[in-house]
């Protein structure tokens, strides 16, 4: 008996979740997509004038898409190790500022295994 994917693939267990598989373009949108989070709430940041208390509130946000991003960076690297066979204790590794990016562009570079593993088949298996 093959394992199935047994949660449906919506926008937060792409960013949020830690079961399953996930492939190399979903890893790097989604990757992309946090980037772009944190911009914008940079840029307002910036754009707003010091005596303005309005930058307080957007500090807060910063610091909670921060927490957020971390999470979901650890989720997606957890999900495309098991994409590739590999525990996803491995995560860990983007966390640790020497070696983050070489991780980060491992895990965007590598191709997907083809096979059924335990965390389930291939996110998009060729045909």
Known sequence: ???TANHPVTVR????GFKGRIG??????AALLMILVQAAVISQIIGTPEDDP???LW???LM???L???WAGIALAVKRLHDLGMPGILAICLLIPAISLIAFLFLAAMPPSQETNEH???PFPKK
């Open 1 to 3: 008996m093959k394992p």
């Open 13 to 16: 267990w792409v960013l949020f």
């Open 24 to 29: 190399r373009k979903s890893f790097g949108l």
């Open 54 to 56: 309005m930058g307080a």
């Open 59 to 61: 500090a807060l946000v």
């Open 64 to 66: 909670a898409s921060w």
């Open 68 to 70: 957020a991003s971390a």
């Open 120 to 122: 389930g088949p291939p």
